[in-house]
């Protein structure tokens, strides 16, 4: 069985750093593509950063770029996000996400990902 197990949420004051993590578990890492998404409370999922498998393209939301960094090792079938100058606004719920090897569905909607992971909480205080 597939899981994705994030890590690394926390509580942190505006203008701090958080490195999230996702290990997938049940299958090998190769060919996949990954992303993260978030939920605030009272608002729609909104997707944050993903990578390709195939040629490493990689896209953010326009809220997070220059501040986010996805990244992956495949060597440990993990995924990163690291985050700088964080603010309040990115207070939510972090997913990652793993679309199937070969789909052509859009890097950037959530519905292109099948198999997603538990969650973990990212809180900035202002």
């Known amino acids: 069985q597939v899981q994705l197990v994030e890590s690394g949420g926390g509580l942190v004051q505006a203008g701090g750093s958080l490195r999230l993590s996702c290990t997938i578990s049940?299958?090998?890492?190769?060919?996949?593509?990954m992303a993260w998404f978030r939920q605030a409370p009272g608002k729609e999922r909104e997707f944050v950063a993903a990578?390709?498998?195939?040629?490493?393209?990689?896209y953010y939301a326009d809220s997070v770029k220059g501040r986010f960094t996805i990244s992956r090792d495949n060597a440990k079938n993990t995924v990163y996000l690291q985050m700088n100058s964080l603010k309040p606004e990115d207070t939510a719920v972090y997913y990652c996400?793993?679309?199937?090897?070969?789909?052509?569905?859009?890097?950037?909607?959530?519905?292109?990902?099948?198999?997603w992971g538990q969650g973990t909480q990212v809180t900035v205080s202002s």
């Open positions: 049940g299958r090998a890492f190769v060919g996949y593509g």
């Open positions: 990578k390709t498998w195939s040629d490493g393209s990689i």
């Open positions: 996400a793993t679309k199937p090897a070969g789909s052509s569905a859009p890097m950037t909607t959530a519905l292109s990902y099948t198999i």
